[in-house]
């Protein structure tokens, strides 16, 4: 049996992305395994979020979470504010980080070029704070969408640093559990760039709770090629071959067995069947989110998912501030 822990921001409304990248591959391993997943919401507000927003989304996100399969009585499901040792391992974790590393996360370069002069600090301290999340928990696999690799990069390096210098049995060192194909789901109308539900432009992305008919719109004006082939060439047909990835993710096909299917049949036909598929996955999900989003049931899963959280959670915060000194 293995810990596992893995947290997704209240930072906007879920994606198809954060779906097949994360969510979907959470409720596979939760029979075999200790499963801690969290609202990140100390990690939406690295960049502005309005109150009453953040607040609602922080609700939502729980019951997606449910409504996609986390079964309660398995993983434990918090809110990341609520169990305080995140931040406090967090300000520690940021001690052990160097500005130079920080600065060379991708996601702080993409996010900080978007604010011109006011970055906020949090950009930057993302990866301790993402760390702490981890090790808290005496994490073995962290199951997250591929592009969050280098975080837990540099998470396992913290958890080394850390344990070098303070002992070498404070934090275990986890590790990155990918889904089966990597899947990085691209945006829809320039699919060289991740889809991420903080994206501006909504017909870029598709979201969980879109309706059948916004799904099969936004697919049809997906970003394509004037070839007409469906054909898999990342470099070359970046649009049609996110398509495809999708939909061999939603099917279980290859890329091959997606090729010979549509040979001859052009972007059409293919489309409109990535869009059937899509709204196949999502109704079901969409229609255990309705009946869950106000019912009190959800207010007792995260009171309880906070209390067992906060158990295991704050074991390893007492280790670390003794193991540093960091105690009267
Ligand atoms: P934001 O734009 O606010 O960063 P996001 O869509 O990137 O939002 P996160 O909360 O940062 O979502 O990440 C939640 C999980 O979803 C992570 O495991 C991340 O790797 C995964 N994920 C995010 N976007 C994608 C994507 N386009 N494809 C696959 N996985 C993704
Ligand atoms: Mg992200």
């Known amino acids: 049996m293995s810990v596992i822990f893995s947290g997704i921001q209240p930072s ?7 779906y097949l990248g994360a969510l979907r591959n959470f409720t596979k391993v939760q029979d075999e395994n200790e499963c801690y997943y969290c609202v990140v919401n100390q990690h939406a507000i690295t960049v502005p979020q309005d109150p009453k927003t953040l607040h609602e989304r922080t609700r939502q996100l729980a019951a997606i979470y449910l409504a996609a399969g986390l079964d309660p009585e398995k993983a434990v499901l918090f809110v990341q504010s609520e169990v305080p040792e995140h931040v406090q391992l967090g300000w520690i974790m940021t001690t052990m980080s ?22 906020p600090a949090g950009l930057l301290t993302y990866p301790p704070l993402m760390a702490a999340d981890i ?10 969408g591929d592009d969050q690799k280098q975080h837990l990069e540099i998470t396992r390096d913290l958890a080394q640093r850390f344990n070098r210098v303070y002992g070498e049995d404070v934090f275990t060192i986890p590790e990155i559990l990918l889904g089966q194909d990597g899947t990085r789901v691209m945006s829809l109308q320039e699919p060289t760039k991740k889809m991420s539900k903080s994206d501006d ?8 709770l879109d309706t059948p008919k916004d799904i099969e719109k936004k697919i049809k004006r997906a970003q394509t090629d004037s070839d007409n082939a469906v054909r898999y060439d990342r470099e070359a047909k970046p649009g049609i ?8 993710a939603l099917t279980d096909k290859s890329h091959e067995e997606i090729e010979k299917a549509y040979a001859g049949q052009g972007y059409g036909t293919f489309k409109k069947d990535v869009a ?43 280790a670390v501030t003794k193991a540093m000194g960091l105690y009267r």
Do not use: C, H, W
Not at 277 to 285: D, F, H, N, Q
Not at 304 to 315: L, P
């Open 98 to 119: 160097y500005v130079g590393e920080l600065e060379r996360m991708t996601q702080y370069k993409d996010k900080a070029s978007k604010r011109g002069d006011s970055v």
């Open 135 to 144: 090790l808290l928990y005496q994490t073995n696999l962290v199951p997250v």
């Open 201 to 208: 432009n909504q017909t870029a992305t598709v979201y969980l």
């Open 12 to 18: 906007g409304n879920l994606t198809l992305g954060n």
């Open 241 to 248: 071959s996110n398509l495809m990835d999708i939909f061999a």
């Open 276 to 318: 059937e598929a899509t709204i196949s996955v999502l109704e079901p999900i969409q229609k255990r989110y309705a009946e869950l989003i106000d019912t009190p049931e959800l207010d007792v899963i995260l009171t309880k998912g906070a209390e067992k959280a906060r158990e295991k959670a704050s074991k390893t915060y007492e």
